[in-house]
């Protein structure tokens, strides 16, 4: 699995019609935020559709292009390139000249795959947001289990409590501590 390390913009023009491309790493409680922003700076546009997709939520919407033309296939090509966390967002200017159906899902597909053509991608693993109990005096060995960027939260209380994300391949390492796992997750790997 890979996500990609930075946003991304494109744009390409086919049969007089423009197709913005804007890619973008983030989470699905964003979503909603991010297309209410590209509205605002894209009033004129006559389609914003779009693909999320990550582990366990996936979403696509056509937004008044013909059922099927537009969100599965930017979908689709996520999914071929085991994308994780991202958003695609096309917006497309209408140019007067109709595409059919067969001619959008050509169309929304190339301007997917032309978009990711800029991206510098960063492979991602399968995690587990945890929260951990553990006695002053492990302080040091959860440390060097668990790096510093993957903690969350700490609280100081009769013991120690972390929250903290924790590759799946190394959750047997925390199996002699008090720790509860939060949600699944995915959690970028160091290049």
């Known amino acids: 699995m890979k996500t990609i390390k930075s946003n991304i913009e494109n744009e390409i023009e086919i049969k007089n019609s423009k197709f913005i491309t804007k890619i973008y790493k ?5 979503i909603f935020n991010i297309l209410e922003k590209i509205k605002k700076e894209h009033p004129k546009a ?6 999320y997709n990550s582990k366990n939520y996936k979403k696509s919407s056509d937004d008044n292009e013909p059922t099927g033309t537009a969100g599965k296939p930017i979908l689709n090509v996520l999914e071929k ?13 209408f140019g007067g000249i109709k595409l059919g159906a067969g001619g959008l899902i050509r169309a929304y597909t190339k301007a997917t795959t032309e978009a990711l053509k800029k991206a510098i991608y960063q492979e991602v693993q399968e995690a587990y ?3 951990i109990q553990f006695p002053y005096s492990e302080e040091k060995n959860i440390n060097y289990l668990i790096q510093e960027k993957n903690i969350l939260k700490k609280e100081f209380q009769e013991n120690i409590i972390y ?3 924790i590759e799946k391949d190394k959750i047997n390492n925390l199996s002699t501590y008090n720790y509860e796992i939060l949600e699944d997750t995915i959690t970028e790997k160091d290049s």
Not at 26 to 30: A, I, N, P, V
Not at 46 to 51: F, M, P, V
């Open 26 to 30: 983030t989470g699905k409680e964003e």
């Open 46 to 51: 006559t389609h914003y559709c779009y693909a």
């Open 81 to 93: 390139e085991k994308l994780e966390n991202v958003l695609v967002v096309i917006i497309r200017y």
């Open 129 to 131: 947001k945890v929260r």
């Open 163 to 165: 929250e903290c994300i």
